[in-house]
C-alpha cells in the first residue's frame, strides 16, 4: 500500500539521518559557521536537525522544495504572523527532534509561508506569512543590493528581514531556509548570513542603522 511505502520510506530515512548528515561535502562549513553563533536560545544540535531534515525531504523525492524554518518563537511575534489558511496544514505540536518532524516537512512541501517553531524544534505555527517591511529592514541594516550571489526571491530576503526584526537583544532568532531552485540550504541570524554553500554570501555584511521595527 502506498501509505505503508512511504511510512517505511519516513523510518528508515529517520534511522539513517547521522550516516547521511556526516557524509554531506558541506557540513565542515556548517558546523563551522554555527560555532560563531550568538543566538544560544535555539541549542546547535536543532538547527543542524532543520538543515538535515531538509535536506531528507529533497532526497526523499528526488527534486527540491522551498522552505523557511523560522526557530525561536515568542509571544509577541503573533502581530507579525499572519496565517494563510488551513488546507494542508502540516502537524501541529509535532517536533524535528523525533520522527514527526520529517513528516512536518513532507506535508508541507508544496505549501508557501513559514514554519513557525519554538527554540526546541516543536511546531508552533504552519503556512504563516510573516507580515513585516522586508526590503525596508534590509536597507536600512546596510543592504543597498542583494547579498546573494545568485538571484533569490521573496522567501530569502524575508528570512534574513526576520531574522533581524523577530530577535531582541537577549532572545535570537534562527531562520533556515531551502531553495526551491536548486535545493541549497542557507542559516540567517541577526540579519546575517550565518550559513550559506557560497563563501562570498557570508562574508557580505550590512553596515548596521537602526532598523525601524517594534521589538
Known sequence: HICILIKY???K???NMGELLLC???EEGLFEALDSSTVRNVPKEVKIRAVHLLRNVNRLYGRTFGFILILGYRRCWEKYLVEMGLENRPLI???IMDSSGL???V???RNDGAIIMDDYGKVIRTKIYVDIPVMKILRELGYWKSPFAVPKGTR???ALAASYA???ASEGVCVVTSSEEDGSIRIFERGKILYSPLQKEMETMPVYRQATMEK
Request: charge should be neutral; avoid cysteine; proline fraction near 4%.
Open 156 to 158: 530569502h530576503h524575508t
Open 9 to 11: 520510506k519516513l523510518r
Open 93 to 95: 505540536d509535532a517536533s
Open 103 to 105: 513528516q512536518t516537512l
Open 13 to 15: 530515512k529517520e534511522e
Open 24 to 26: 554531506h561535502p558541506e
Open 166 to 168: 523577530l530577535s531582541n
Open 107 to 109: 506535508q508541507g512541501r
